[in-house]
């Protein structure tokens, strides 16, 4: 099955509704430890179509429907030596998936936002989203990642 007229840009003001509901299928998916409060995606849509320097996203969307997004947060890195695009969230529809709209979000975040290096995370057992990481040139990095508040 191929996908019909597949589009990928910016998200604006005026996909609040798919990106809100696209975001919340995303947090109850076995690709995340767990769910978030509903506030948070909010937070983040306005930080989104507020001009931020530090958030963006793009929206994929098949034959005019929301097919997926990408959410990239905007960094600075010494050891990297510049700019560092964090994919922070990827999402394709269950019914899209198979389809190149994964690839293509992050094809094009990469050309949208270019930068010294591009990183990600992503569960051990997800073995669908390694494969298409993998298959796109990334790399297992030997950090072990560690966190403090949400």
């Known amino acids: 099955m191929k996908h019909e007229q597949l589009t990928v840009r910016e998200i604006t003001a005026d996909d609040r509704s798919d990106y809100l509901t ?12 767990h769910d978030i409060p509903r506030s948070y995606i909010e937070d983040t849509f306005r930080e989104l179509t507020n001009g931020s320097v530090h958030a963006k ?23 990297a030596g510049g700019k560092v695009v964090w994919i922070d969230e990827i999402y394709v529809r269950q019914e899209a998936r198979g389809l190149g709209i ?14 010294a290096r591009v990183r990600l995370e992503v569960e051990h ?5 390694r494969r298409l990481y993998e ?12 966190y403090t508040g949400n």
Not at 58 to 68: E, M, N, R, W
Not at 106 to 111: G, I, S, Y
């Open 135 to 146: 298959r796109l040139g990334y790399k297992d990095l030997p950090y072990m990642q560690m």
């Open 57 to 79: 996203a793009l929206i994929a969307l098949s034959g005019g429907k929301p097919a997926g997004y990408i959410l990239l947060a905007l960094t600075w890195s010494q050891e």
């Open 125 to 129: 057992d997800n073995t669908a989203a």
């Open 22 to 33: 696209m975001a919340s299928e995303f947090y109850s998916s076995p690709a995340v430890l």
């Open 102 to 115: 994964g690839s293509a979000l992050m094809n094009d975040a990469v050309k949208n936002f270019p930068a």
